[in-house]
């Protein structure tokens, strides 16, 4: 048997590695839009960050089994036409919405956005979202006034990180001298051994001098 067709196994490889890249993938009918009209909308999605390109339902079904994005084939319904969208999917979403206002022919079937399948009316509601750089002035304008504080924190983090080191490593000194210094207990009596040892023991005790003898009256009258 022979096997696929080279031209359709590399239409299959070009779905696949358009899929994994793409940030988005933006699913419309074409039916009754004419050439001229096809090779418009490509430039303007082009512009806008993105490759329209048309494969049979078959062989992208084929693409999403090899990368698991299955979930968009319930759009590869009739003539199928793909945005990949590459940059911001709400500029692309935007050039789709003006496009078919002026092109009813163009009809959007849904999208696959971060791995999640959008209906046709939540596909629509994304032309509504700010640019990718609108969105990016709004955050830095959010985040102004705390990353300033905290530049003014880091700038002092080093210095505030030195005098705490300076001072641990004092801390530290002081402790280690004190722990090496001997320890002297005070005591304000001598010890019971001392005590004891101060005592005589019996038979040491000095002999008594002997009292002297009392004078004769009449000797103490005489003098």
Known sequence: ??????DKVTAVDEVKERLENAEAAILTEYRGLKVGDLATLRRSLRGAGAE???????????????TGTT??????????AIAFVEADVAAVAKVLRDFARTNPALVLKGSLVGGNLLDASSTGRLADLPSRETLLAQLAGAFAAPLQQM????KALPQNLAYGL???LDQRREGGEAAEAPTEV????????????AVPAPGDEPAEEPAGEPAEAGEDAES
């Open 1 to 6: 048997m022979p096997g696929p067709r080279a």
């Open 52 to 66: 329209y390109k048309i494969f049979k339902n078959t062989l992208v079904r084929r693409a999403t089994a090899q």
């Open 71 to 80: 979930a968009m084939d319930p759009l590869l319904e009739g003539p199928t």
């Open 151 to 154: 530049a003014g924190l880091l």
């Open 166 to 168: 300076s001072a641990l």
């Open 186 to 197: 005070p005591t304000e009596e001598p010890a019971a051994e001392e005590q004891a040892s």
